[in-house]
């Protein structure tokens, strides 16, 4: 959560330029200074209710899924762990991707959604959303459960892959070092 609160407002911004309304913005430092003059500091933290919700629990279900996984896929001491660290690493982000992928969409939308600071709605004639839950409620509403994932797929196109090697070359380099301190069990090495 802490570490969310500092970078929640870079997330924003970079949602800004990547929108089809980016063309508006000359870069970064205008598009900050235009979401400040325009809707004030808390401009800056559209979609953080979806993120502080559901950021935990998705990374519980990460981290969690990846340890069910490893213990089936990757038994210690087997020649082909490194493939089950993998597939391992793969699920885990497959699995955490069925809460982030919901709340990634509705925090870009709010993100992309901007408001005058008298209130009142600019932009294209999208939706409308009045917070976290009104945009989840609304997105399902209009667009059925499918709309809260969409960019599922590509979303785990892009951090699977990422999730996969990221394991594998952990779990590598724990057992490495578990090796160079003399320890059989890379479980028992000091935090």
Not at 72 to 92: R, T, V
Not at 153 to 158: D, G, R, V
Request: hydrophobic letters at 40%.
């Amino acid at each position: 959560f802490v570490a969310r609160v500092p970078c929640h407002p870079l997330d924003t911004l970079k949602s800004r330029l990547q929108s089809a309304d980016g063309h508006r913005y000359q870069g970064i430092r205008h598009c900050l200074r235009s979401t400040l003059a325009e809707e004030g500091i808390l401009g800056l933290y559209r979609g953080f209710g979806a993120v502080v919700v559901a950021g935990t629990p998705a990374a519980c279900i990460y981290l969690t899924s990846y340890e069910i996984l490893k213990s089936a896929l990757a038994p210690e001491g087997s020649e082909m762990a490194f493939l089950g660290h993998f597939w391992s690493g793969m699920g885990a982000e497959a699995a955490a991707c069925l809460l982030f992928v919901p709340v990634d969409v509705v925090k870009e939308r709010l993100q992309v959604q901007r408001t005058s600071s008298n209130g009142s709605v600019t932009g294209s004639g999208l939706p409308t959303y009045s917070g976290s839950f009104d945009a989840f409620r609304v997105i399902s509403r209009t667009e059925g459960i499918l709309g809260l994932y969409k960019g599922y797929f590509a979303t785990l196109a892009s951090f699977g892959p990422f999730s996969a090697f990221y394991f594998l070359f952990y779990e590598q380099c724990r057992a490495g070092l578990a090796k160079a301190a003399g320890k059989p069990d890379p479980t028992n090495l000091p935090a």
